[in-house]
Structures are given as structure tokens and as C-alpha cells.
């Protein structure tokens, strides 16, 4: 996506990854879904997880992460994230990513 870049840091035996998301204040991450969950760490900036969706299809509260911050996304969960100051986050997501959109 435009003013998104991702370094792949490891690739998980499982099938998940390790990476690192860089992100210019505006942009936006496509809806996704990781099936495996989602840990995210921010290392600088801020990001809003929003447009969540559970895996039971119930809307969720949007999450806020500035730095130093962690986040859990449970498995299935679909959302998508908006770069509110340049930013960039350590992603840990076991079963990978699926685009949604």
C-alpha cells in the first residue's frame, strides 16, 4: 500500500513471520486478518488499529499504540491500520497475513 513498507525479519517453520512495518503519517494498511494472531510493538510513532472485526463477526473497539506500546490481536480478527504520525512497529504474527481487500 502506498506509504507502507514491510522488511521480512524471519520466516516462522509454522508458516508465520517476524517483520518490521514502516508507515508516513496517512497511510494506510489494507484490511487483513492474521490467522495465527498478531502481536505489535511500536517503536515510534502512532498507529490506530481500526475497522475491527472478531472472528465471530462482532464490531471492536479501535486500538490506539504509540511508542513503547503493545498490542494482541486474537486469531481471525480482520482490521486494517492508519499511520496517524509516521511510525514504525515489530510485527510477530504466527499464521501469517491474509489481505482482505
Do not use: W
Not at 518490521?20 to 510513532?45: C, F, N, Q, W
Not at 471492536?60 to 480482520?78: C, H, K, M, N, S
Not at 496517524?84 to 489481505?99: E, I, Q, Y
Amino acid at each position: 500500500a502506498p506509504g507502507v513498507e514491510l522488511s521480512l525479519l524471519r520466516l516462522h517453520e509454522e508458516g508465520g513471520m517476524t517483520f518490521l512495518i514502516r508507515m508516513v503519517k496517512g497511510a494506510r494498511a489494507p484490511l487483513h486478518d492474521h490467522p495465527g494472531g498478531e502481536e505489535t510493538y511500536m517503536l515510534s510513532g502512532t498507529l490506530r488499529i481500526e475497522n475491527r472485526t472478531s472472528l465471530e463477526g462482532t464490531g471492536e473497539a479501535d486500538v490506539t499504540l504509540e511508542q513503547g506500546q503493545y498490542a494482541f490481536v486474537p486469531p481471525g480478527e480482520i482490521h486494517d491500520g492508519l499511520a496517524l504520525d509516521d511510525c514504525v512497529f515489530l510485527v510477530v504474527a504466527k499464521g501469517g497475513v491474509t489481505r482482505k481487500a
